[in-house]
């Protein structure tokens, strides 16, 4: 562990110095989704990259050292924070970069002024095991009504690095939402004959997206966000599913396919695969197309 810390110091040292090409300041995010909202605020008078691919699971992260050089070259991260990113402190320490401190005007946590769901859930992680949600489900990102507060927040990070800017920020968030107000009112009509379906999850990756379109979230394969099932859990899951009515198994690009079908097969649910993060597909290309693909692949898995 020592000598990959050594290894990573060097190559920072290396890249330490590099400016940045092109205009406006680097903007480094944890999530493609996070890089997505930064991109609509701040067009192209920012650079924007996230540390996360779009099919990686944005709780199991392996940062490369090339892209610690970037996050050292960035003038702010913006993340998802609660513990949705585990393996951040890590870097971050790596990195020992005083400017991403909490709080820090160079770090934007975007969960503030998020009203969260599950954050009753308790907080327990014990030594080894791995369990994320303990503040709260950190997939708030899937509710575009939540992209408002995020990019209000997203725009006040960027006016605060480049004050001149403010009023081209400004003009680029409110045509952001206006396509948004326009995309809610499309998949809302889309997801209205089927408010109160049943659907089950693999990681609950899903409760703001349910709880906006009226999907009814009723078990999750995973008994506790991040842990996969024992084989009890499984059976008792899939007797529970087919009691239920579930009639959806919603799973995402990353989970485990023999899984996901073995409970489809055993509970009688349909396999949906919905796409978690902007770039997972093709069509997911930018975060209003995300919600776009996703309403599309389930109204038409419950034609
Ligand atoms: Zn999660």
């Given amino acids: 562990m020592r000598g990959v810390r050594a290894a990573l110091a060097l190559v920072l040292l290396a890249a330490a110095p590099a400016r940045v090409e092109g205009g406006g300041p680097l903007v480094v995010t944890t999530s493609t989704d996070l890089a997505a909202l930064v991109a609509v ?22 940062v490369k050292p090339g892209q610690l050089a970037r996050l050292k070259a960035a003038a702010l991260l913006v993340r998802i924070g609660l513990d949705h990113e585990p393996w951040l402190a890590r870097v971050l320490r790596t990195l020992g970069d005083p400017r991403f401190a909490p709080g820090s005007p160079h770090d934007l946590d975007t969960s503030r002024g998020i009203e969260l769901l599950q954050a009753e859930t308790p907080r327990v992680r014990g030594e080894g095991a791995v369990h994320v949600h303990g503040f709260g489900n950190t997939h708030y990102w899937l509710d575009p009504e939540n992209a408002r507060p995020m990019t209000a927040a997203i725009l006040e990070a960027l006016a605060r690095l480049a004050p001149g800017e403010r009023a081209h920020f400004e003009a680029s968030r409110a045509r952001f939402l206006a396509a948004l107000d326009a995309g809610l009112a499309r998949w809302t009509a889309a997801m209205a004959p089927h408010r109160g379906t049943r659907v089950a999850v693999v990681h609950e990756s899903w409760p703001y997206f349910a709880r906006r379109f009226g999907l009814v979230v009723v078990a999750a394969v995973e008994p506790t966000p991040g842990v996969p099932p024992s084989p009890a859990y499984l059976a008792t899951l899939t007797g529970r599913m087919r009691e239920a009515g579930v009639r959806l198994l919603v799973a995402e690009p990353y989970s485990s396919a023999s899984l996901v079908g073995q409970v489809a097969a055993r509970s009688g649910a349909r396999i949906v695969t919905l796409i978690p993060s902007v770039g997972g597909d093709p069509d997911a290309r930018d975060y209003l197309a995300l919600f776009e693909l996703n309403v599309r692949r389930l109204t038409e898995a419950l034609r």
């Fill in 41 to 62: 605020v701040g067009g192209d008078r920012v650079q924007v990259e996230s540390l996360a691919a779009p099919l990686q699971d944005p709780h199991a992260l392996e």
